[in-house]
């Protein structure tokens, strides 16, 4: 039966519309939801509203993971989909979003027919995926899976100085679901490839079949503020120039050590931050990510090398804190290998890649055989306001997700 059934795309398009406009930024289609925040919440309390009239069973747990679920015909392990809805500051329209309202989309589709599956189907809207004011990221994945304790995260404080726990509390999401979360029988998410390699290739479906090493680490650099004009250069320990060093040295480590190798400073703070004073502090960013982990150390181990090699020729304190580190994931190949069966017989192209973006499933992959679902993104952006990706691709995604949630939730693996 559900051989035939394809998703009401106008409805899907539609309601990421909705939620985009949501935190909208000015002039483009992306969206600011920084997780916990005021626009995070009314965003919460738009999907919970649909999920609502979709007649599921929420719950929200201790770390505002928000699970819509439908009942099948036996008292089963769900089958899960889903993703995240919070944003970075410069988000687009799909990033995470796409993979909630699919699975809502999957959820109505099924509704609309008559269709009900033996397990039963969980749609998940997890928190703070982006870890960009909390670290680390997938940080409601993680404690779902039992991976992080919840009063850890409650602990974290932001980029503004605030906790996860107070901003949760105060958005009213502190929820008393339970922590970790109900197992699933298997978990699907759908997500836009935030990369080039997609529509480099001209495939419209990308079946995924895991996700690489992140590496997170915030670098406090103490030096000594003094004058611009007076202090001559041999006198100087500048955190400025030092934080300006490592961030040259991430871009020519990345490429001495070569693809799939990346590394970003994306974060830099100098205090005081004005023009004619030499810096007394600068606390950055560094991400490294690479497929291969015994790669990834190696980039680590040579970062820590450089840090030694500054602090010792410009006579200042470098400290570091780890912020997130997960190791390179593999998806289970039973899922995957369904995801492109099911996408060829829909007459689409496939292609297997790993995933460079961090992603719920990754988590989830800790608990039960779990695989994604990519649709290519256009010009390879994201964590851009102008991320696009063709309707077109989206429903077909939408559609390989549909069949495959319904396999596996007829109890098929
Ligand atoms: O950073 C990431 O890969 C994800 O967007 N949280
Ligand atoms: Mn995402
Ligand atoms: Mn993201």
């Known amino acids: 039966m559900t051989t035939t059934?394809?998703?009401?795309?106008?409805?899907?398009?539609?309601?990421?519309?909705?939620?985009?406009?949501?935190?909208?930024?000015e002039g483009t289609t992306g969206s600011s939801r920084l997780a916990f925040t005021d626009a995070d919440r009314r965003g919460r309390d738009l999907v919970v509203t649909w999920m609502r009239d979709l007649g599921l069973e929420i719950t929200i747990d201790a770390i505002g993971n928000v699970i819509g679920t439908r009942a099948g015909t036996h008292d089963l392990a769900p089958v899960m989909t889903g993703?995240?809805?919070?944003?970075?500051?410069?988000?687009?329209?799909?990033?995470?979003?796409?993979g909630v309202l699919a699975g809502l989309e999957v959820v109505e589709t099924l509704s609309r027919a008559g269709v009900v599956t033996k397990h039963p189907l969980a749609v998940g809207s997890f928190s703070n995926e982006e870890g960009a004011r909390f670290a680390p990221d997938m940080m409601g994945s993680l404690v779902y899976v039992g991976g992080m304790a919840v009063e850890e995260a409650h602990d974290t404080v932001g980029i503004d100085g605030v906790s996860a726990g107070e901003e949760l509390q105060r958005i009213g999401y502190l929820g008393s679901g339970p922590s970790p979360g109900?197992?699933?029988?298997?978990?699907?998410?759908l997500h836009i490839e935030q990369g080039?390699?997609?529509?480099?290739?001209?495939?419209?479906?990308?079946?995924?079949?895991?996700?690489?090493?992140?590496?997170?680490?915030?670098?406090?650099?103490?030096?000594?503020?003094?004058?611009?004009?007076?202090?001559?250069m041999r006198l100087r320990h500048d955190p400025g120039y030092v934080a300006a060093?490592?961030?040259?040295?991430?871009?020519?480590?990345?490429?001495?050590?070569?693809?799939?190798?990346?590394g970003t400073v994306g974060k830099i703070d100098l205090a005081p931050n004005l023009v004619n004073v030499v810096a007394a502090s600068a606390i950055m960013t560094v991400d490294l990510r690479n497929t291969d982990e015994?790669?990834?150390?190696?980039?680590?181990?040579?970062?820590?090398?450089?840090?030694?090699?500054?602090?010792?020729?410009?006579?200042?304190?470098?400290?570091?804190?780890?912020?997130?580190?997960?190791?390179?994931?593999?998806f289970d190949a039973r899922i995957a290998g369904l995801i492109e069966a099911t996408a060829q017989d829909l007459g689409c192209s496939t292609l297997r890649l790993p995933s460079g973006a961090g992603h719920d499933a990754q988590m989830l992959a800790r608990v039960c055989p779990t695989a994604m679902i990519f649709t290519p993104s256009q010009a390879g952006l994201s964590h851009n306001?102008?991320?696009h990706?063709?309707?077109?691709?989206?429903?077909?995604?939408?559609?390989?997700?549909?069949?495959?949630?319904?396999?596996?939730?007829?109890g098929e693996l």
Do not use: C, K, M
Not at 83 to 98: A, E
């Open 5 to 25: 059934l394809g998703i009401d795309r106008t409805r899907l398009l539609q309601r990421l519309s909705e939620l985009s406009d949501i935190g909208g930024i």
């Open 83 to 98: 993703s995240h809805i919070d944003t970075v500051r410069t988000g687009g329209r799909y990033d995470g979003n796409l």
């Open 182 to 189: 109900l197992v699933p029988h298997a978990f699907v998410e």
């Open 196 to 232: 080039p390699v997609l529509e480099e290739a001209g495939v419209q479906i990308g079946v995924v079949e895991g996700v690489q090493g992140i590496s997170w680490t915030e670098v406090t650099i103490a030096g000594q503020s003094n004058h611009a004009g007076t202090t001559p």
């Open 245 to 262: 060093e490592i961030a040259t040295f991430v871009r020519r480590l990345a490429l001495e050590l070569g693809h799939p190798q990346v």
């Open 294 to 330: 015994v790669v990834l150390q190696e980039a680590e181990r040579r970062l820590q090398q450089r840090f030694d090699e500054l602090a010792e020729d410009e006579g200042v304190a470098i400290t570091t804190r780890s912020l997130a580190r997960f190791e390179p994931v593999r």
């Open 385 to 387: 306001p102008a991320e």
């Open 389 to 410: 990706t063709d309707p077109d691709d989206l429903e077909a995604g939408a559609n390989v997700l549909l069949r495959v949630l319904a396999y596996l939730a007829e």
